[in-house]
């Protein structure tokens, strides 16, 4: 408050102190002036207390989501030092029992030990045979269930060269899914699978249609640590065929197979070019170059990979020049 004609800067006695007393007439740096200690003390108070009572994006409410996934991130943590802990107990008691000449305890003691670890390896390797599903259609958490199983089992590349009986047994004859989750009011949904293995080849399954009711994305939760997810062997790997699920992926991967075409008309949509090029064959990749994803036209090219790599030089000769 400013009063007549006490308006004025120190410039000598007082000490000119910004911000803080020393006599009337004193100022900060806001330029606001006072005319004694007390009521700079007093109008600072009033400023913290307003401060420390306005509300901040830090107040805001989680979502049942992140609520969801902080606890399951929690959970993981724990498992991961239980485990780790477990270990060295079990190390430390058998070096223990070692010395007291009992072999019989010693081994009938390891055996809810073992039963205990492998529990938690289970549960630590959890966050790596989870897949998110996104834009999940409104169906029952069964229909989704057998939806995937089917697939993998349609889709799984058995070579009769190199059969992998634990690939016919795990994948083909027994059930590779364990349970799904659906968040019906998010339309997403938690696969949980047996092994790390077949989780990652799910990943290709990235924009299957789940029983013509539209597409869904599919990647990794928000836990997913590989970190904290035992090494996988690529040779392990099993192996899917999209194609016969009629998966076009959108990436196509640089190689002697992937094919460029220019001079399309920019009006075309996606799926008309894809009607041209199914033509040829079946399409294993394909990625029409926009703009930006909301774009109506395309900039009059795009890149195409095919299932069969016999069929690059024949849809090449076929196309150029249409």
């Not at 509300?55 to 992140?66: A, G, M």
């Not at 009769?160 to 659906?182: G, L, W």
Request: proline letters at 6%.
């Amino acid at each position: 408050q400013l009063a007549g004609g006490d308006r004025h800067h120190r410039s000598g006695g007082g000490g000119g102190r910004r911000g803080g007393g020393g006599g009337a007439g004193s100022s900060n740096r806001s330029g606001i002036y006072f005319h004694s200690y007390e009521e700079e003390r007093a109008w600072l108070e009033e400023r913290r207390r307003k401060r420390r009572s306005r509300k901040s994006s830090f107040d805001v409410e989680p979502t049942p989501e992140q609520l969801a996934e902080e606890e399951a991130r929690a959970t993981l943590e724990r498992d991961h030092l239980m485990m780790t802990g477990a270990g060295g107990m079990g190390s430390r008691a058998t070096s223990a029992g070692g010395g007291g000449g009992g072999m019989n305890n010693n081994s009938s003691s390891t055996e809810p030990s073992s039963s205990s670890s492998r529990g938690l390896q289970s549960q630590q390797t959890r966050h790596a045979r989870r897949l998110y599903i996104g834009n999940i259609p409104d169906v029952h958490e069964n229909d989704v269930h057998n939806f995937f199983r089917d697939a993998i089992r349609s889709a799984i590349i058995m070579d009769p060269n190199n059969p992998n009986p634990n690939h016919q047994k795990q994948y083909v004859e027994n059930d590779p899914i364990i349970s799904v989750y659906i968040n019906r009011e998010r339309r997403f949904a938690f696969l949980e699978f047996k092994t790390m293995e077949i989780t990652t080849s799910c990943l290709d399954l990235d924009g299957i249609n789940v029983m013509g009711h539209g597409k869904v994305t599919i990647k990794r939760p928000n836990d997913y640590n590989p970190a904290w997810a035992p090494p996988v062997n690529p040779a392990t790997l099993p192996k899917l065929d999209t194609a016969k699920l009629g998966i076009v992926s959108s990436t196509v991967p640089d190689g002697p197979n992937k094919i460029f075409i220019g001079g399309l008309p920019y009006h075309l949509t996606e799926s008309q070019v894809l009607e041209l090029l199914g033509a040829f064959g079946t399409v294993k990749a394909f990625h029409l170059v926009k703009a930006d994803a909301t774009a109506l036209t395309s900039k009059g090219y795009c890149f195409v990979e095919y299932a069969d790599p016999n069929l690059t030089q024949v849809a090449c000769m076929g196309l150029n020049g249409m």
